[in-house]
């Protein structure tokens, strides 16, 4: 027998339903609805997600209903894993129940617990087993409005946006300002619209940055036709525009509009190797069209706005088309380097020396610009929905990792070595939410819900480390395999340490602090490296001393 449970709908289309539970019954006539179980027991975090802030109290709640007639006893029991899958320890609890009645008992979380946590719960009482698996993150406290991290598309929830700042995500990259919604005709401005988007992520006190605009053209002014035009959005709104000029007038508008919220811009999302704008496949387009594009819309900008950061470039990873963009003249049109960095399985190691080949680049034609990667993602997932695991062709399906811990030692050991090479800011791909009871990879620090991956506690414990300014220091390989690269910040010295492949063990100054992944004190010595990064922390001026320092054990 098949059965199928949904929304009575008078026409057929696609809706989303979420259904806590469902009664199925013999006969012809439906009861009451009952509880699985007469006792009904769940721990819930007491902050949302289970995302705590250190030093500020944790507890989760547990709860149980009895819908009997008698007094239930109820025993939960814990399993707890760290960001290691290491053991911790969290007492158990019993409640007593009465009839008809609902019981609660705070547990409060062990002080010293900082990073990642696996909670698992197990529910024994009369006549009832059931379990519960519940994701905790205990991270710094943020206090820092401005950041290294930012999101491509900005949650649709706010309270996303909150907790993400909880992870040092501070900034936005927004794709609303589209000229043909802004301007749908020659003079007619509809700045309502894209004021909606801009303002709903500007309201919850992070910056917000902007494609100005995603696409070159609007209907009414654009050399593209649906005959030649990709199939795929924005099509014909992909080509130049027939007049660049107006569009240089539309940007100008714009940027005037909205400067007091927005202070950075990008222009076009990934011209010439994709459908987005200037298309090479069937537009043959190429990166000389996109600069002298670029020309007009940096222009428009700075009259707008003087002090405004202009991002331009392909869009691309450091090999694709920089060469041919920046032989063009992009590096004088622009106040950063534009960057996507999709790796895929590939270790960030593998990104140095195309790096390093762009940075000779700009050099070459005189001018090292900053570098803004606006799209970027390593994915990963502990919660396959099936074992053994065959991914789909979504996106991020197709480029997970073996699991969330290989997503955060990629992830950080990629910011640390782009920011040695000029990079100041990453945006995750990207800020959706996922459906219920769906594979949901997207995001790679935040699970559906809200509730956070391993990357979360990572991301928090680097954004804390290298809070406020920063600078590159200095980078020294470790044998073959190892990797040390030190920043300075107003507070403190940071040196990232990890070991490509395998482990070694290094020796390191007596007198700094020796961090793991998740912010959590190392004390042994020598030092493990492994391909989990590692921090020291020592006073502000002294990372050279820091680096000098730091030998292989076996050296």
């Given at each position: 027998?098949?059965?199928?449970?949904?929304?009575?709908?008078?026409?057929?289309?696609?809706?989303?339903?979420?259904?806590?539970?469902?009664?199925?019954?013999?006969?012809?006539?439906?009861?009451?609805?009952?509880?699985?179980?007469?006792?009904?027991?769940?721990?819930?975090?007491?902050?949302?997600?289970?995302?705590?802030?250190?030093?500020?109290?944790?507890?989760?709640?547990?709860?149980?209903?009895?819908?009997?007639?008698?007094?239930?006893?109820?025993?939960?029991?814990?399993?707890?894993?760290?960001?290691?899958?290491?053991?911790?320890?969290?007492?158990?609890?019993?409640?007593?129940?009465?009839?008809?009645?609902?019981?609660?008992?705070?547990?409060?979380?062990?002080?010293?617990?900082?990073?990642?946590?696996?909670?698992?719960?197990?529910?024994?009482?009369?006549?009832?087993?059931?379990?519960?698996?519940?994701?905790?993150?205990?991270?710094?406290?943020?206090?820092?409005?401005?950041?290294?991290?930012?999101?491509?598309?900005?949650?649709?929830?706010?309270?996303?946006?909150?907790?993400?700042?909880?992870?040092?995500?501070?900034?936005?990259?927004?794709?609303?300002?589209?000229?043909?919604?802004?301007?749908?005709?020659?003079?007619?401005?509809?700045?309502?619209?894209?004021?909606?988007?801009?303002?709903?992520?500007?309201?919850?006190?992070?910056?917000?940055?902007?494609?100005?605009?995603?696409?070159?053209?609007?209907?009414?002014?654009?050399?593209?036709?649906?005959?030649?035009?990709?199939?795929?959005?924005?099509?014909?709104?992909?080509?130049?525009?027939?007049?660049?000029?107006?569009?240089?007038?539309?940007?100008?508008?714009?940027?005037?509009?909205?400067?007091?919220?927005?202070?950075?811009?990008?222009?076009?999302?990934?011209?010439?190797?994709?459908?987005?704008?200037?298309?090479?496949?069937?537009?043959?387009?190429?990166?000389?069209?996109?600069?002298?594009?670029?020309?007009?819309?940096?222009?428009?900008?700075?009259?707008?706005?003087?002090?405004?950061?202009?991002?331009?470039?392909?869009?691309?990873?450091p090999r694709r088309l920089t060469r041919e963009v920046i032989e063009a003249g992009c590096l004088e049109h622009c106040d950063a380097f534009v960057l996507h960095l999709y790796p895929g399985r590939m270790p960030p190691e593998g990104f140095i020396e195309e790096t390093d080949t762009l940075l000779r680049?700009?050099?070459?034609?005189?001018?090292?610009?900053?570098?803004?990667?606006?799209?970027?993602?390593?994915?990963?997932?502990?919660?396959?929905?099936?074992?053994?695991?065959?991914?789909?062709?979504?996106?991020?399906?197709?480029?997970?990792?073996?699991?969330?811990?290989?997503?955060?030692?990629?992830?950080?050991?990629?910011?640390?070595?782009?920011?040695?090479?000029?990079?100041?800011?990453?945006?995750?791909?990207?800020?959706?939410?996922?459906?219920?009871?769906?594979?949901?990879?997207?995001?790679?620090?935040?699970?559906?819900?809200?509730?956070?991956?391993?990357?979360f506690p990572a991301l928090a414990v680097y954004a804390d480390l290298l809070q406020g300014d920063w600078r590159f220091a200095r980078e020294k390989r470790l044998g073959e395999d190892g990797f040390c690269v030190a920043f300075e910040t107003d507070r403190q010295s940071v040196v990232v340490l990890w070991?490509?492949?395998?482990?070694a063990a290094a020796t390191v100054p007596a007198d700094v602090a020796c961090l793991d992944i998740v912010g959590r004190t190392l004390t042994e010595r020598p030092l493990t490296l492994s391909s989990t990064p590692v921090y020291l922390v020592g006073p502000p001026g002294e990372a050279g001393r820091l680096?000098?320092?730091?030998?292989?054990?076996?050296?």
């Open positions: 027998m098949f059965v199928t449970v949904g929304p009575d709908l008078d026409e057929e289309t696609a809706v989303m339903v979420d259904l806590d539970a469902i009664q199925l019954e013999a006969g012809t006539q439906a009861t009451a609805f009952a509880p699985h179980g007469l006792v009904e027991v769940g721990i819930e975090p007491s902050e949302p997600g289970g995302i705590f802030t250190k030093g500020k109290p944790a507890t989760l709640k547990l709860r149980a209903y009895n819908s009997g007639i008698e007094t239930a006893s109820v025993h939960a029991s814990f399993e707890v894993t760290d960001f290691f899958d290491s053991r911790a320890e969290l007492p158990g609890a019993s409640l007593e129940v009465p009839p008809g009645s609902l019981a609660e008992h705070d547990i409060v979380l062990p002080r010293d617990w900082q990073g990642y946590y696996r909670v698992q719960a197990v529910y024994d009482g009369e006549d009832m087993v059931s379990a519960q698996s519940l994701r905790i993150a205990i991270v710094p406290p943020q206090t820092e409005a401005d950041s290294i991290l930012g999101i491509n598309h900005a949650f649709p929830d706010p309270l996303l946006i909150q907790m993400s700042k909880k992870a040092g995500v501070t900034w936005y990259r927004d794709w609303s300002l589209k000229w043909h919604d802004l301007e749908p005709a020659p003079g007619e401005y509809r700045w309502e619209i894209g004021d909606a988007q801009v303002d709903r992520v500007v309201e919850e006190g992070v910056h917000l940055m902007a494609l100005m605009p995603p696409y070159p053209s609007a209907p009414w002014n654009t050399t593209g036709t649906p005959e030649v035009a990709s199939e795929r959005m924005p099509r014909e709104l992909a080509w130049a525009p027939d007049d660049p000029q107006r569009l240089g007038d539309f940007i100008e508008k714009a940027v005037s509009h909205y400067r007091d919220r927005v202070q950075v811009w990008e222009f076009l999302n990934e011209p010439i190797y994709t459908h987005y704008a200037l298309p090479a496949r069937g537009g043959d387009y190429t990166p000389a069209d996109y600069v002298a594009l670029l020309k007009v819309a940096y222009a428009a900008m700075h009259r707008a706005d003087p002090d405004c950061t202009v991002i331009a470039g392909i869009g691309s990873s680049n700009m050099e070459q034609h005189g001018r090292l610009t900053p570098i803004w990667v606006t799209e970027f993602a390593y994915y990963g997932d502990d919660d396959p929905p099936s074992r053994p695991y065959v991914p789909g062709e979504s996106w991020a399906e197709a480029r997970l990792l073996a699991d969330e811990r290989q997503c955060v030692d990629y992830t950080i050991r990629l910011f640390a070595l782009m920011m040695a090479r000029g990079t100041e800011k990453f945006f995750f791909h990207a800020g959706v939410g996922g459906e219920v009871n769906q594979p949901y990879y997207d995001c790679s620090y935040l699970k559906y819900g809200g509730t956070p991956a391993k990357l070991q490509a492949r395998g482990q680096v000098d320092a730091v030998r292989l054990a076996s050296q």
